[in-house]
T-cell receptor
């Protein structure tokens, strides 16, 4: 069965510092990959997605992610974090080849930003 | 479009009572998903529909849980009878296809006392 691992439960960075959130997936075929962000009391908002093509994808709010098949990773990055980026971030993978829906979420990484 | 609309936003009920959560997907989306989020278990897919038809309900925890989608613009998730361990945030999401990105509602925070 496919799985998504976000190794870091909680990360704290200073405002203006760079950020990288890790995501590893376990899946045999070509995955569709997503990063979502959840602010407190809110639903999940899509940051970016990877289906095919260029392995470096740009998203909203200045985020980007790089798909590395050899490492089964889809890490999320931002060069300079803003205080408003404090939230919980979820990586997700979809089985692109299955006849049924199999979107699997990681456990999430909570980001705290120090002013 | 207003996005996925869920109601109510908050629900507090007593153990044993019936609870009905409602969802209006984004117009034109043909896939709808119900998720439950807890601290312990994270995000769990309960059930999903494609073209109003339930495809996979293997995530529904017990027979106390049921979901319906009578038309393309409305779905319900019902818990009867409710128990304290059902307390969680329940999200509805919709997408234009089974393997495209899902758009989430704001969620319903359910507390069963």
């Amino acid at each position: 069965a496919q799985s998504v691992t976000q190794p870091d439960i909680h990360i704290t960075v200073s405002e203006g510092a760079s950020l990288e959130l890790r995501c590893n997936y376990s899946y045999g075929a070509t995955p569709y990959l997503f990063w979502y962000v959840q602010s407190p009391g809110q639903g999940l908002q899509l940051l970016l997605k990877y289906f095919s093509g260029d392995t470096l994808v740009q998203g909203i709010k200045g985020f980007e992610a790089e798909f590395k098949r050899s490492q089964s990773s889809f890490n999320l990055r931002k060069p300079s974090v803003h205080w408003s980026d404090a939230a919980e971030y979820f990586c997700a993978v979809v089985n692109s080849g299955a006849g049924s829906y199999q979107l699997t979420f990681g456990k999430g990484t909570k980001l705290s930003v120090i002013p | 479009d207003a996005g996925v609309i869920q109601s109510p936003r908050h629900e507090v009920t007593e153990m044993g009572q019936e609870v009905t959560l409602r969802c209006k997907p984004i117009s034109g989306h043909n896939s709808l998903f119900w998720y439950r989020q807890t601290m312990m278990r994270g995000l769990e897919l309960l059930i999903y529909f494609n073209n109003n038809v339930p495809i996979d309900d293997s995530g529904m925890p017990e027979d106390r849980f049921s979901a319906k989608m009578p038309n393309a613009s409305f779905s319900t998730l019902k818990i009867q009878p409710s128990e304290p361990r059902d307390s969680a945030v329940y999200f509805c999401a919709s997408s234009s296809g089974l393997n495209t990105e899902a758009f989430f509602g704001q969620g319903t925070r359910l507390t069963v006392v």
